[in-house]
């Protein structure tokens, strides 16, 4: 029987490893892209007989990475697929600073794991399945703050905008194609996850939004990782992905 393959990011934590257990079942095949893999995912994924690949892979690094997706895809026969989905979820934080007070490394660090990893990775996936007669998707996992501006996010907020737009010009040129892929930036919510823990920690004086995300963890407003995943994938599921290139689960 054939399977459906998913390709995803950032998996080894927080929405993205929920993502992943959610992911693994019958007929489901997965490759997991992380600094660090997650032996527990490895473990639940043999209870329920689901292959999975798991790649300790830096998204810094993203040429290497690219190159990597795009022979690994080469080969893949996809004789043995129902669909190929990829899901770019890996993001950075640099400190959370003002621009002017910013580490130049770390700028580029999120930079390129942020924006210039997925944009990369969608080039070789897009490029390595062309010739595929199935379903092809990508999903892009932005932010609320890559269409809303905030003091001392400049890095992560040029990093969603930018994904947003691109996926824009993807659909542009997949959509000129007889057998394009279907391709959304899609905003998952507000997440209680380790970016949270960060922003909650910042300093007052540099981050003037800290008691608005404070706020958030006191009053039981922020979603849990595995809600969140269940959301975004009942999304990637909708007869209707792609329609949007640019959208919002809580739209």
Not at 141 to 163: D, F, T, V, W
């Amino acid at each position: 029987m054939t399977s459906h393959l998913y390709i995803l990011t950032g998996s080894s934590r927080g929405m993205g490893l929920a993502m992943a257990e959610q992911l693994l079942g019958p007929h489901h095949h997965l490759l997991c892209i992380a600094r660090n893999p997650n032996e527990a995912l490895t473990a639940s994924a043999q209870k329920v007989n689901c292959p999975i690949e798991q790649w300790a892979q830096d998204l810094e690094h993203s040429t290497q990475a690219a190159d990597r997706l795009a022979q690994w895809l080469t080969l893949q026969d996809a004789s043995d697929l129902s669909s190929v989905t990829l899901i770019n979820n890996a993001g950075a934080i640099p400190r959370i600073a003002p621009l002017s007070g910013s580490d130049p490394l770390d700028l580029a660090r999120a930079l390129r794991v942020g924006l210039e990893a997925p944009m990369l990775l969608t080039a070789a996936f897009l490029k390595a399945t062309q010739a595929w007669n199935l379903p092809r998707k990508v999903l892009n996992i932005s932010s609320g703050l890559g269409r809303r501006a905030m003091a001392s996010q400049a890095a992560y907020c040029a990093a969603k905008a930018g994904m947003d737009h691109f996926t824009r010009c993807v659909a542009l040129d997949e959509a000129l194609k007889p057998h394009g892929a279907k391709v959304c930036s899609l905003a998952p919510g507000v997440i209680d996850t380790d970016m949270q823990v960060q922003l909650r920690g910042a300093d007052s004086a540099e981050f003037p939004d800290k008691a608005n995300f404070e706020n958030l963890k006191l009053k039981g407003q922020l979603t849990s990782p595995a809600d969140a995943a269940r959301q975004v994938l009942s999304y990637l599921a909708r007869s209707d992905f792609g329609s949007i290139p640019v959208a919002d689960v809580r739209d």
